[in-house]
């Protein structure tokens, strides 16, 4: 157990709508960051916030939108969902407390787009 | 810009030794993490190395060339729980991780 926790753990909807998928960082940590995994990608980097400001931004669409609260908890909003956004869609956590300041993951949360 | 290269798949035996290759190019690069991942769940720390040189961590090590660009993951007296795939990915500024497709590895009897 990495101490980060993703909700819900599954989401199933379709076409046009949007959803919200919430992240909370391991206790002590600033920095939050979201990233996407499709079937035959690796994992792709969409934004980083540091203790409620957007640090770095990746490939993220602008269909997608996070934000970072005062609570540390993050949220990752994806609207006008196509079929391509399935995926599974994980936020990791670090505050420099870790040996090497790595990244701890979530569970993740499996999209599914239909 | 960023590019991490490593093999798609890899097959070895219960027991043996196998050597998993990275190549990458990173504007910014400061470190080149190593992350494994079953099926379906989240990464897992594995490695980090900074400077050159070969990092031992019980049956795992790492080792890394600045100046090749190049990095590899040693797994030794595999078994079969380390059926998984293995994801390199390189530090860029301060956190950023950049990762590649990774490296799905099936270890068999």
């Known amino acids: 157990d990495s101490g980060v926790t993703q909700t819900p753990k599954h989401l199933i909807t379709a076409t046009g709508q949007r959803v919200t998928l919430r992240c909370s960082p391991r206790s002590g940590d600033l920095s939050v960051y979201w990233y996407q995994q499709s079937l035959d990608q690796g994992l792709q980097f969409l934004i980083q916030?540091?203790?409620?400001?957007?640090?770095a931004k990746g490939n993220i669409l602008e269909r997608f939108s996070a934000q970072q609260f005062p609570d540390l908890h993050s949220e990752l909003n994806l609207s006008s969902l196509e079929l391509g956004d399935s995926a599974l869609y994980f936020c990791?956590?670090?505050?420099?407390?870790?040996?090497?300041?790595?990244?701890?993951f979530g569970p993740g949360t499996r999209l599914t787009v239909l | 810009g960023q590019n991490i290269d490593q093999p798609t798949e890899m097959t070895a035996t219960e027991g043996a030794i196998v050597q998993i290759n990275c190549t990458y190019q990173t504007s910014g690069f400061n470190g080149l993490f190593w992350y494994q991942q079953h099926a379906g769940e989240a990464p897992t720390f594995l490695s980090y190395n900074v400077l050159d040189g070969l990092e031992e961590k019980g049956r795992f090590s790492s080792f890394l060339s600045r100046s090749k660009g190049y990095s590899y993951l040693l797994l030794k007296e595999l078994q079969m729980k380390d059926s998984a795939s293995y994801l390199c990915a390189g530090q860029q500024g301060a956190n950023n991780l950049f990762f590649g497709t990774g490296t799905r590895l099936t270890v068999i009897p």
């Open positions: 990791a956590s670090s505050g420099g407390r870790g040996a090497y300041n790595e990244q701890f």
């Open positions: 916030y540091y203790n409620g400001e957007e640090r």
